[in-house]
């Protein structure tokens, strides 16, 4: 999946960082912006996020890797 080969897992994580955990989809999605992630990346992830929470950065990158692999 390019998105995922494109932005994971280092250029995801520098808008990743300072987002307190857990967190919610649409909470993370909105830290994500303010954080200054590109529209473009906040777009496939509301699209390939799966809805729930996350306790860790890396349980994001996690739940997007698993998404990429099913589709």
Known sequence: MDFIRKYL????EKYIEGIEFPIGKEDALNKLQ???APGMVISQLQQRLPEGEYGSPQE???ALKNQGSQG
């Open 60 to 62: 994001v990158v996690d």
């Open 34 to 36: 303010e954080n200054g």
């Open 9 to 12: 897992p280092g250029g995801l």
